[in-house]
Structures are given as structure tokens and as C-alpha cells.
């Protein structure tokens, strides 16, 4: 196949080398959550004495889980949807017009929140809701009749259709206890399978979180494998539905959150469809994918509050001249680089030029093993990539046998890439990463596949001075701290950042919702991270307390034995004294000519920052910037001068 060229794109300012991948991390997603009203999901679990046992009916948590979903994503990922659309209800509300009247309704469905940009409001009302019984059970009453699955999933069409038509994102998560709806009636179940490929036609993807009672087990096969379409990617990575169970003693609600949070937004590819040269002649298509960003507080803004309703403050950036302060506009500037104190221009092409070293790809030159590639080789962070059936069909059997012999040979491939046009050439390791089920992955919180790893040119290297000569601890210092590392050590353990979510992060965006939604201000953070003391002191306590005594006694004779030597050096006799430096000339009383001389032997580099300000000063010239722009105005002085 032809390479494809629509790559070689015009770029407004392509000076900068980083791109800003926070753009990346995620698409703008819509969510509706479907979440089923019948007795059974509406009845409480039986009581238990477990402090671990659930006290919710199925319902209950589903609304909590919903509240915590959208308190979290209201801060977070504040332009995505939200809605909430409770089905098998005895009251039936599709959409509010602007009196608040209910218009077209589909049975024994009730919008609850229509799918937007949930504010404080919403997220207020869900939580009454959830907490007051009254506007509970007015709104939470099961009814006596059938629901029609089809009907559900064509109100899910026409929310979607009418809320959030241009989202990249659109998703249905589907909460219900009942595997089998239409167990006795064929011709709904057809309806329902048809509603669900209008929904996937649509680019609206059916995401299911089931739920099983003790006394029974949900079952795919039943209905629902006719209604969901399995993510080809998700297959690939072994990925099941995950079932929650109701009263067995684990808490349904916790159960629930982590499911929904495993369904996180989907990632946009960092590149589509690069192509993937294994070999001269066989070439395979990726994506790439920004797995793992450091996530920050939103930034703040600028807002007006005199108006109406606030309103945002936009910024403009305008360039003028240095010397006569007049607004320049774009098309009367051009790019330049300073070399040797001149200015190099270039023309747009001039600059692409520059920069253009052929065709996106990656080419893998080459085979090392694993261990070959050091920790600390790694200069930027890594991608994930994936194949793509878009360009080369076979691209993921091909990739998947690459993947598959890296991880037996234990080896790494070593590639140049260039995964963007106008990008940088780089070196890369193609590392290969374990299956998630794999009892041997060290990362099993990271999908299965194939990760770029930048390498270092040897320009990249900076040179290091090594230390002086350090005090050495004693053996027995170290045996010590040896047998305390051993009493500490967890064999089975490994970090795993989902575990420990960010404590400032979460403390940023507590102080916000509690603000936001009028809440009381919590008084100290959540944080995960803070280490065990209790255990530790259990565990190592008395073996810290004698490394701690030793290393005093070792510290103490370290400084006595230095006070020694000081005592000796200072009875020594006295040592010369330094010749003082004779006293500069004031570099502002130079002569033009001088100045001239000065300038054309390139002493004028020598000189000091301030030597350089009084000359500027005294010749009527700006004294502010940096050393090699304050030489470089004396220097256009003295030319013309």
C-alpha cells in the first residue's frame, strides 16, 4: 500500500517540538446511566452482623454510585454529559419543556437528570434523592407491567440523538439485576436487538453492569450477548463483564464504583494508523495511546461579574516592536534563529524543511535483549501502541506474534520513529508488556501490548562531577540496615497507582465540591500514601531503635575526629595570603574608540553584567535582559557609532 501523505499538514505555529498532550487524555464523553426499578432491585439485603455486609437494596447503590460519578466528573472532566434514566418506574417523564411540563414520554420511563453538563443543582437533586425516603418512594416505585427493552434503548437513542449529537464519546451503562426480560416473548427480544444496533450504528456503545443475588447468577447468554457488542480491544485484553453481587458480605456500592471507574472515559490515540515497519516489505498500522498523564487542579480563570451572569475574561496576546512600540501583525513577522550575534531568517517552506525527515513511521532496526536497556535510559515517557485493521488488514495477528516472541525471548526491539510529521526523529525500545491476568506481571493495572520507549542520543547525556571523598558507614551499620530492609520487605507486594489516587489532587477537588455544592468543608485530606506506622513499628521498631544508636555513636566520631584534624591545621603556620585583585576601571568611562577596541578583540565577553550596564547606561542604551543581549546593543553602538 501507498504511503499516505494527508500527514504533511499545514501547521499555524509549528515551532514548538511538544505537543500538549492534555488534549489527548481523553474525548468529551456523554454518559447516561440506565439503572432498572423493580422489587427485586428495590429489595434490602438480608441483615447481617459483618461490618463488610451490605446495608443498600441494589437501587440504592446504583444512585450512590451515580452520585459519586457525577460529583466526581462535575470537577474533573468539567465538559462532559451526564443523565440518569430509571426504567421499570410506575411514573413515567422523558424531557421538560421551558414550563417544566413533561412532553413525549416512553413507558415506565423516567429521566430523572437529562443528559448535560451536570451542575450543583443536579448533583444536589440526585443526592435528595438518594437520601430523603419521601422523594424516594414517590419517584422510585416499581410497576406492575412489563418493560420493554426496546422502548428503553430507543429513549436512550433519542436522548442521545438530541443532546449530544457531535460527542466523540457516547455511552450507555446499563445496571439491572434481570438477565432475561423477554424470556416468553421472541418478538421483544428482536425489537431489543434491533434498538441496540441503531444505538451502536449511532456510535453509541451498551456497557452493562450486572448484578446477582445470592440465590442466583446472571446470565449473558440469556439476553443481553444479543445486545452488547464486545470492544475488539477489550476482547484482545481478556476482559469479561464484571458481575456485582448483592448481600454475599462485599459491599455492592464499592463493587459498583470500581466497575463504572474501570470504564473510564476512552483515550484518544496519540497518532492513527502509523505505519509499523517490522521488516523491508512488511509493514503492519498502530495506534498510539497516552496511558499514564500526570494529572493536575484545573487551571483557574478570569470571570466578569458585572453582567447578567458571570462571564469569562479572554485573554489576547499582542506583539509589538522594541524600539517604537508599534502593534506588529502576523503577517509582517517572520521566524529566526540567532547564531554567532546575526539573525538567520527562513520563508514557512524554509522552516518545514527543517523539520521534515520523511514519513511518519516506525522502523525496528534491530533486536537486544531486555536487560540491555538500563532504568535510567529512559528520557521521556512512554506510549502505548496497538494495532489498527485500518490500512493493513492482518495488522493484529502480526502484531500480536511480535508481541508474543518479544515476551518468550525476553527481548526488546530497538526502532526509529517518527510518529508525528513535522515530529523529531527518535530512538525508541519497543518493550513488551504482560497480560493482565498474567501472575507474573509487575504491572497488572496496564493493558497487554507493545510501549515506545524514548532513548537517549548522546547529546542527551550531561556530565556529572563526581562526589569527593564520603564517610563510609561501618559493617556493622550496614548489617543492621540489612536485617531492617528483610523485617520490611513484602514479598507479594507491588505498587499499584490505583490504590493511592493523588492526596493534593483529591483535597483540590474536595475544597471545590464542598464549596460548589454547599457543603461542609471537610477538615483534613484523604491520604492513602501515609505510610503504616503501627506495622512498621511492630515489624522493625527495636532493630530501628539500635541502627539508630549506632549511627549516632559513628556520627559522634566522625565529628570528633574532623575537630582533631581542624585543631591541627589551625596550629600550622599561617599560609600566604591571597594577592587581592587590583581594582577594575569603570567600564562606563570608555572612550568610543575604547569601546570599538574592546568589541572587535572580544573582550567585551569577559566583562560582567554590571560592567556591562554602566557602559549601557552611559552610551543612553536599554540596561535590562539577559548578559548576551545587553553585549549585543553595544556592539550595534559601536558599529554604528
Excluded at 495506534?287 to 479572554?314: M, S
Excluded at 508525528?420 to 491476568?437: D, E, F, G, T, V
Aim: proline share 6%; net charge negative.
Amino acid at each position: 500500500m501507498a504511503d499516505n501523505k494527508d500527514w504533511r499538514r499545514d501547521e499555524e505555529d509549528d515551532g514548538d517540538q511538544e505537543i500538549d498532550e492534555t488534549s489527548y487524555k481523553a474525548q468529551k464523553d456523554a454518559v447516561l446511566l440506565a439503572i432498572e426499578v423493580s422489587e427485586s432491585m428495590l429489595k434490602a439485603p438480608p441483615p447481617s452482623d459483618s461490618k463488610k455486609a451490605d446495608r443498600d437494596s441494589p437501587v440504592q447503590a446504583a444512585l450512590k454510585c451515580a452520585y459519586h460519578f457525577m460529583e466526581q466528573r462535575i470537577i474533573s472532566n468539567p465538559k462532559d454529559m451526564i443523565g440518569i434514566l430509571l426504567f421499570g418506574t410506575e411514573k413515567t417523564r422523558f424531557q421538560l419543556d421551558e414550563n417544566g411540563r413533561s412532553g413525549l414520554g416512553y413507558p415506565h420511563c423516567y429521566l430523572f437528570t437529562d443528559l448535560d453538563v451536570p451542575s450543583a443543582e443536579d448533583v444536589k437533586a440526585l443526592k435528595s434523592l438518594v437520601e430523603d425516603e419521601e422523594t424516594g418512594d414517590d419517584i422510585l416505585k416499581p410497576t406492575s407491567e412489563a418493560v420493554s427493552m426496546s422502548n428503553v434503548l430507543f429513549c436512550a437513542n433519542q436522548i442521545f440523538t438530541t443532546r449530544a449529537a457531535n460527542f466523540g464519546s457516547r455511552r450507555l451503562f446499563l445496571v439491572t439485576d434481570n438477565d432475561n426480560p423477554h424470556s416468553t416473548d421472541k418478538a421483544a427480544r428482536s425489537a431489543a436487538a434491533v434498538r441496540a444496533k441503531d444505538l451502536y450504528d449511532l456510535g453509541v456503545s451498551i456497557d452493562l453492569f450486572p448484578i446477582s443475588h445470592q440465590d442466583s447468577k446472571f446470565d449473558l447468554a440469556n439476553f443481553y450477548d444479543d445486545i452488547l457488542y464486545r470492544d475488539p480491544l477489550a476482547e484482545a485484553n481478556m476482559q469479561e463483564v464484571a458481575v456485582s453481587k448483592s448481600g454475599d458480605g462485599l459491599n455492592l456500592l464499592t463493587s459498583l464504583i470500581s466497575n463504572i471507574n474501570s470504564k473510564q472515559t476512552p483515550k484518544r490515540a496519540l497518532f492513527s494508523n502509523l505505519p509499523f515497519e517490522i521488516a523491508p516489505g512488511l509493514r503492519i498500522s498502530v495506534k498510539g495511546y497516552n496511558i499514564i498523564h500526570r494529572q493536575a487542579p484545573a487551571r483557574t480563570c478570569y470571570i466578569w461579574l458585572d453582567g447578567e451572569k458571570p462571564q469569562l475574561a479572554v485573554g489576547e496576546t499582542t506583539r509589538i516592536a522594541e524600539d517604537s512600540t508599534r502593534t506588529v501583525e502576523k503577517g509582517e513577522m517572520k521566524k529566526a534563529y540567532k547564531f554567532g550575534g546575526e539573525y538567520v531568517y527562513f520563508s514557512p517552506e524554509e522552516q518545514k524543511s527543517l523539520k521534515d525527515f520523511g514519513s511518519p513511521v516506525i522502523r525496528i532496526i534491530g533486536f537486544k535483549s531486555r536487560s540491555l536497556i538500563p532504568l535510567w535510559s529512559s528520557v521521556k515517557k512512554s506510549t502505548f501502541i496497538y494495532p489498527s485493521e485500518e490500512d493493513y488488514v492482518g495488522s493484529t495477528r502480526v502484531f500480536t506474534a511480535l508481541w508474543q516472541k518479544l515476551l518468550k525471548d525476553d527481548k526488546v526491539a530497538l526502532a526509529w520513529c517518527i510518529v508525528r510529521s513535522n515530529a523529531n526523529p527518535m530512538l525508541a525500545a519497543i518493550m513488551p508488556s504482560k497480560s493482565q491476568s498474567d501472575e507474573e506481571s509487575g504491572t497488572p493495572f496496564l493493558p497487554a501490548g507493545l510501549w515506545i520507549c524514548p532513548l537517549p542520543f548522546a547529546d542527551d547525556l550531561r556530565e556529572i562531577k563526581q562526589p569527593g571523598k564520603m564517610a563510609q558507614a561501618s559493617d556493622e551499620l550496614k548489617t543492621q540496615m540489612r536485617t531492617i530492609i528483610q523485617q520490611l520487605q513484602l514479598p507479594k507486594a507491588m505498587y499499584n497507582p490505583t490504590k493511592y489516587p493523588n492526596p493534593s489532587l483529591q483535597w483540590h477537588y474536595k475544597i471545590l465540591q464542598a464549596l460548589a455544592l454547599e457543603e461542609e468543608v471537610p477538615e483534613t485530606a484523604e491520604d492513602a500514601s501515609l505510610p503504616k506506622f503501627k506495622a512498621i513499628s511492630k515489624r522493625a521498631g527495636g532493630y530501628l531503635e539500635d541502627w539508630s544508636e549506632t549511627l549516632s555513636g559513628e556520627a559522634k566520631s566522625a565529628t570528633d575526629a574532623r575537630a582533631v584534624k581542624r585543631e591541627i591545621d589551625d596550629e600550622l603556620p599561617e599560609r600566604p595570603a591571597k594577592r587581592g585583585k587590583t581594582a577594575q576601571p569603570s567600564a562606563s568611562g570608555l572612550t568610543p574608540a575604547q569601546l570599538k577596541v574592546v568589541v572587535d578583540d572580544g573582550s567585551i565577553s569577559k566583562m560582567t553584567v554590571a560592567q556591562l550596564k554602566d557602559i549601557a547606561g552611559a552610551k543612553g542604551l536599554n540596561t535590562s535582559g539577559r548578559k548576551a543581549d545587553i553585549i549585543e546593543r553595544i556592539e550595534q553602538w559601536a558599529e554604528e557609532n
